[in-house]
């Protein structure tokens, strides 16, 4: 079908209720808008569906929903699946968007079973594992801007679905007309007893597992800590969590406390941004907090800035947050004679190698993913079925997501606040910060400066622009990296280093490396560049040339 087909469906179609009508009406007399919002379908992927909010087929709303919801209850009928388990974070129509799935599923003989309030993603992937549900619906776009919403899809396993089963499940999703979408109301499935409440329990039992994944700090040093969700869902979960560690006095920030989907004091509500802690920091110098943690909406990454000894906070990366759990971990678990045999860390290929030498310290082997931690939870499962899960210790990607024990299978903020809280009490009782271990690490290990660069498409199919651009640079890959000769072109895509085929490049010279692989969730390219340095000063000065050279690559994109 063209847009204008889309669009003329939507307007007449009695499926639609009247303002969705009306709008796409609207969108029929603007050629332009109705490019934009019936030129293509939301694609969906192992990520599941993300988009902007509004009428239209590549937009987030109860059709759209419901529509892969239908292709997932097709899915799970041929693989005789029962019950699935829905959670949903803070945005605009996030609960609206949980009741559509719901009814759907009912509407096909599954059970929905749905968290009564606001509920972090790694509780849903314990949920699944749980409950031992056939799959569960995380309604979220994670820390992508107000205008957003998604839909992530999980495995029986609790992990992000596998490349294959979002193809199967596309296939199913593709064959469902918008013309033929119906739904139970909540009180049908209810009656029908296809609608119930997640029991308080697992909310319960997966507080109690996250806590038994604590350090065993050597004192419960007192630290103060300045916590904002956001205005996302993780404010009672980890506060929670808190309350239970002795020692732990917590503030918050009043104005990110309560769940608002427009995130007002902060457009952008990603833990990897500075300025989603500026607001945290400026509570925390009135509160003279030693620590500030920031969760996103949906609470599965973290954001931390810690107090120096000049008394300034210093945001601390993505990557220096899990080495500096890595390093807490390996050290924790050796101390208390915990650390199995054949242990195991893993991280994603875009993450820091300085990885690699810290492990190497305790014997541990350190295994490399591609980008996605649902790889890292695929990795537990590999383990899992060898009868040998205790091996994992620990899981991180770069973008602030952390993992250690393997009761959840996705990233937990909820579980890396209260790790980083220890790591911190355990610093605090020889009289360090968070901010002298990083420089110890550094000192130990040599500096490694990092920087992530995003690259995004324009016109009405920015992701197929960004495409387009990734075969030109795999056609011609550059010659020249801040300065110095390209020595090594490392392409994923056929599939290296016993990984998946993916559409990753590496391009390595010797002031450094750059890896450039399009984004998963939204159309841009991403790229991710490392240099080392003898200090963070002369790291930075390769970083800027290396984003030099890479502006030139993507001359369509915007920065």
Request: include cysteine; hydrophobic fraction near 40%.
């Amino acid at each position: 079908m063209t847009d204008t087909q889309r669009a003329q469906l939507w307007a007449t179609s009695p499926v639609f209720d009247e303002e969705t009508r009306r709008e796409a009406r609207a969108a029929l007399a603007n050629r332009e808008e109705c490019a934009l919002r019936f030129g293509s379908e939301l694609q969906f992927g192992t990520g599941g569906l993300r988009g902007i909010l509004g009428v239209g087929t590549n937009r987030m709303n109860p059709y759209t929903v419901a529509r892969a919801t239908t292709g997932l209850a097709r899915y799970l009928q041929r693989a005789g699946g029962r019950a699935v388990a829905i959670a949903y974070d803070s945005r605009h129509g996030s609960r609206a968007f949980a009741l559509v799935a719901a009814g759907v599923l009912a509407r096909y003989g599954l059970t929905a079973f749905l968290f009564p309030a606001l509920m972090p993603t790694p509780v849903l992937s314990f949920a699944v594992r749980e409950r031992g549900a056939a799959a569960g619906v995380m309604i979220t776009a994670s820390h992508n801007p107000a205008e957003y919403n998604g839909y992530k899809v999980y495995g029986p396993d609790g992990c992000q679905i596998t490349d294959a089963a979002a193809a199967a499940i596309t296939s199913e999703i593709d064959a469902v007309r918008y013309d033929q979408l119906a739904w139970l109301c909540p009180e049908e499935a209810r009656a029908a007893d296809r609608l119930r409440d997640m029991p308080e329990s697992v909310y319960a039992d997966y507080l109690q597992r996250t806590l038994a994944c604590r350090l065993t700090p050597l004192a419960h040093a007192p630290l103060r800590v300045c916590y904002t969700p956001l205005n996302g869902a993780g404010l009672v979960q980890v506060l929670d969590a808190f309350r239970l560690m002795p020692g732990v006095t917590v503030s918050t920030v009043p104005e990110q406390t309560s769940p608002d989907g427009d995130f007002p004091t902060c457009p952008q509500p990603n833990p990897e941004l500075p300025a989603a802690l500026s607001l945290a920091i400026q509570t925390a110098k009135r509160t003279d907090s030693d620590l500030v943690i920031a969760t996103d909406p949906d609470s599965d990454r973290i954001g931390v800035a810690a107090k120096a000894a000049n008394g300034r906070y210093e945001i601390l990366t993505g990557n220096e947050i899990g080495l500096l759990l890595l390093q807490a971990v390996l050290q924790a678990r050796a101390q208390n004679g915990t650390l199995p045999s054949h242990a195991e860390v893993v991280k994603t290929i875009v993450t820091s190698d300085l990885a690699f030498p810290i492990a190497a310290e305790y014997g541990v082997t350190v295994r490399q993913t591609l980008t996605g931690f649902k790889y890292i939870g695929e990795e537990i499962g590999r383990l899992e079925a060898l009868g040998h899960e205790e091996r994992f210790l620990f899981g991180f990607e770069e973008s602030c997501g952390y993992l250690a024990g393997t009761h959840v299978r996705d990233k937990d903020g909820v579980m890396a606040a209260v790790l980083v809280c220890e790591m911190a009490q355990r610093a605090a009782a020889r009289g360090l910060s968070l901010t002298a271990l990083r420089d110890a690490l550094y000192a130990r290990f040599g500096f490694v400066g990092t920087r992530l660069l995003s690259y995004t498409g324009s016109g009405a199919d920015p992701a197929a622009g960004m495409r387009l651009q990734m075969e030109r640079l795999r056609a011609h890959p550059p010659r020249m990296l801040a300065g110095e000769p390209v020595g090594a072109v490392l392409d994923y895509l056929p599939g290296r280093d016993g990984l998946p085929p993916s559409d990753v490049l590496v391009f390595r010279c010797a002031r450094g490396k750059a890896i450039v692989r399009p984004s998963g969730t939204e159309p841009k390219v991403k790229v991710y560049l490392s240099a080392p340095g003898a200090n963070a000063t002369e790291a930075a000065a390769t970083l800027d040339a290396m984003q030099a050279d890479t502006v030139r690559w993507f001359p369509d994109a915007m920065p």
